[in-house]
């Protein structure tokens, strides 16, 4: 009996070892795995959020690192620095990669490239230009204070980001004091970045056995064998980055505006007035996104009011053309920034312009048409009909009109059966004169 437990006792023993054994044996042939996500187009609120949260998903699902496919002109500073610091706080590695071909890190893509803890380039890409650029496109070689200080703030955080990461910041410094670019090969040199790869698998096999110090520990990336897992974006993030950009932002607006004019125009049809509304709060939403010049706002809704006098006044097109001109200002400078993704293009402004001013046009015409066209009911609808009368007419008297019968007085005899015309309505009764021959 004791033998018999014995035997149990150590037979036990030797199974759970040979789990503890399995299972560790598993845990470090594990497949690796990296998540993947693309960022294409301006840094803004909305891409900010993306990356933020995919970072925090691969930390959460216990990735062994995030790769950050980045094609960006640019974009907000402050969008950029939440990515910035999402990046250096990060529990996982991080890597961004400047890719396809033909794509650039500038700007506040600078940034992030640096921030990352292993930054890679395509081949025939470019980085850099992250001088600092405000409103209407004026930077800080104007001598204002404010504009120095706004530089001197970007060189202090990107000697601190290129310092941390080891990367060169004499070089940092200068993409954004003087707006220093180049290519993956000057980079790679200048130690910019750490690899020129010209695609995923190659950069796997670049990192591997490369050491990532984190802000918690200490990683040996194993990469050769990983399992790249890409994440896309979500219907969510399609839709906000859709709306964020500047010519969507444009067209909402302007169709808000329509819908609400023709709400205004026509109490009551409802449908025009929901529709406007919806597209003002989305709008309102992507402008959130964008560096919005409210000067141009203005110039735009000037133009709407000059658009709806010119139905109220007959100015000959003087207020049409004033409208053209304040719409087109206001168009171009509604984004305020020097990046070309950020703003109206002009094949969006022209339709729209030319469009609006058609619209308005037409209704004034309508409008002009109406006022002019013969009353059809009421008494002003009589005056100038043509009747009969039905008896003699001179102080009283009866007509027949449109097979209505009134009665009627006049200035002059007029015999039953003659043919006549009626030239005022007073009350019930109506005055007529014999029917002109001419």
């Known amino acids: 009996m004791i033998f018999g437990r014995f035997y149990l006792y150590l037979i036990s023993n030797l199974l759970?070892?040979?789990?503890?054994?399995?299972?560790?044996?598993?845990?470090?042939?594990?497949?690796?795995?990296?998540?993947?996500?693309?960022?294409?187009?301006?840094?803004?609120?909305?891409?900010?959020?993306?990356?933020?949260?995919?970072?925090?998903?691969a930390e959460l699902n216990n990735a062994d690192g995030l790769i950050i496919e980045l094609d960006t002109p640019g974009g907000l500073m402050e969008s950029m620095r939440q990515i910035v610091k999402a990046e250096l706080e990060a529990d996982v590695p991080i890597i961004v990669y400047v890719a396809p071909s033909g794509s650039r890190a500038g700007s506040a893509g600078v940034f992030i490239t640096l921030a990352a803890h292993i930054a890679i380039m395509d081949n025939g890409t470019n980085i850099g230009a992250?001088?600092?650029?405000?409103?209407?496109?004026?930077?800080?070689?104007?001598?204002?204070?404010?504009?120095?200080?706004?530089?001197?703030?970007?060189?202090?955080?990107?000697?601190?980001?290129?310092?941390?990461?080891?990367?060169?910041?004499d070089w940092a410094e200068k993409s954004v004091s003087e707006s220093a670019s180049i290519t993956e090969i000057e980079a790679l040199e200048f130690r910019v970045i750490d690899y020129i790869s010209p695609n995923i698998k190659s950069l796997l096999?670049?990192?591997?056995?490369?050491?990532?110090?984190?802000?918690?520990?200490?990683?040996?990336?194993?990469?050769?064998?990983?399992?790249?897992?890409?994440?896309?974006?979500?219907?969510?993030?399609?839709?906000?980055?859709?709306?964020?950009?500047?010519?969507?932002?444009?067209?909402?607006?302007?169709?808000?505006f329509y819908g609400l004019f023709f709400e205004f125009s026509n109490p009551g049809a409802l449908v025009p007035g929901i529709v406007g509304g919806i597209f003002i709060i989305l709008a309102l939403f992507s402008f959130q996104t964008l560096p919005i010049n409210w000067a141009g706002v203005a110039l735009i809704l000037f133009a709407i009011v000059l658009f709806i006098l010119e139905i109220k006044v007959i100015s000959y097109g003087g207020l049409t053309l004033g409208g053209v001109v304040s719409m087109v200002l206001g168009s171009i400078m509604l984004i305020d920034s020097p990046l070309p993704a950020m703003r109206v293009s002009l094949s969006m402004i022209i339709p729209v312009v030319l469009f609006t001013a058609a619209l308005f046009l037409i209704t004034m015409y309508l409008y002009y048409k109406a006022q002019k066209r013969r009353p059809a009911t009421g008494k002003e609808a009589l005056i100038g009909e043509i009747g009969t009368a039905r008896s003699d007419v001179k102080e009283s008297g009866e007509v027949n009109v449109h097979g209505e019968i009134w009665n009627a007085f006049s200035d002059e005899r007029i015999s039953s059966g003659e043919s006549v015309e009626i030239i005022s309505v007073d009350r019930l009764k109506v005055k007529i004169k014999k029917k002109s021959t001419n």
Request: aromatic share 8%.
């Open 130 to 169: 992250a001088h600092p650029v405000g409103m209407g496109g004026s930077s800080p070689d104007s001598g204002s204070v404010m504009w120095d200080k706004i530089t001197n703030d970007a060189v202090a955080q990107i000697r601190s980001i290129a310092e941390k990461r080891g990367k060169n910041a």
């Open 16 to 57: 759970l070892s040979f789990s503890i054994a399995f299972a560790s044996n598993t845990d470090s042939t594990s497949q690796p795995t990296f998540y993947v996500i693309t960022i294409e187009g301006v840094i803004n609120p909305v891409s900010a959020e993306y990356i933020v949260n995919s970072i925090v998903e």
């Open 205 to 256: 096999e670049a990192i591997d056995g490369d050491t990532v110090l984190l802000e918690s520990k200490q990683v040996v990336l194993n990469t050769k064998a990983a399992k790249i897992i890409r994440k896309e974006a979500g219907l969510r993030y399609r839709f906000l980055l859709k709306l964020s950009d500047p010519n969507i932002a444009y067209l909402f607006m302007m169709l808000g």
